[in-house]
């Protein structure tokens, strides 16, 4: 099993940067791959962004290419979002995701553990 608990989310004006936290518990957390996802309200969840369990490999959603950056310290157990540039619609619960694979993945359903999720609202 692997808990994953987010923070960091909060306001923030558009173009203005926020750094979210994925803190792991639980086992290995170096063999993991990780991702991040968002729901705005009335829409599905959707992949913002995947690392591979070395940190190695990354894939960004078109919506966050350039602007936000996945990075990951396995020392820590800790899995970082960096959102630059911030739009209004980012606005939504960010999750971040994991499990077990040396791949990277996009989907939600490859996913096997979730944390509760973090609020970002930007403001316009």
């Known amino acids: 099993q692997v808990q994953l608990v987010e923070s960091g989310g909060g306001l923030v004006q558009a173009g203005g940067s926020l750094r979210l936290s994925c803190a792991a518990s639980g086992r290995t957390f170096s063999s993991y791959a990780v991702g991040w996802f968002r729901q705005a309200p009335g829409k599905e969840r959707e992949f913002v962004a995947a690392?591979?369990?070395?940190?190695?490999?990354?894939d960004y959603a078109d919506s966050v290419k350039g602007r936000f950056t996945i990075s990951r310290d396995n020392a820590k157990n800790t899995v970082y979002l960096q959102m630059d540039s911030l739009k209004p619609e980012d606005t939504a619960v960010y999750y971040c995701?994991?499990?077990?694979?040396?791949?990277?993945?996009?989907?939600?359903?490859?996913?096997?553990?979730w944390g509760q999720g973090t609020q970002v609202t930007v403001s316009s």
């Open positions: 690392n591979s369990w070395s940190g190695g490999n990354t």
């Open positions: 995701a994991a499990t077990y694979g040396s791949n990277w993945y996009l989907r939600l359903n490859e996913y096997a553990y």
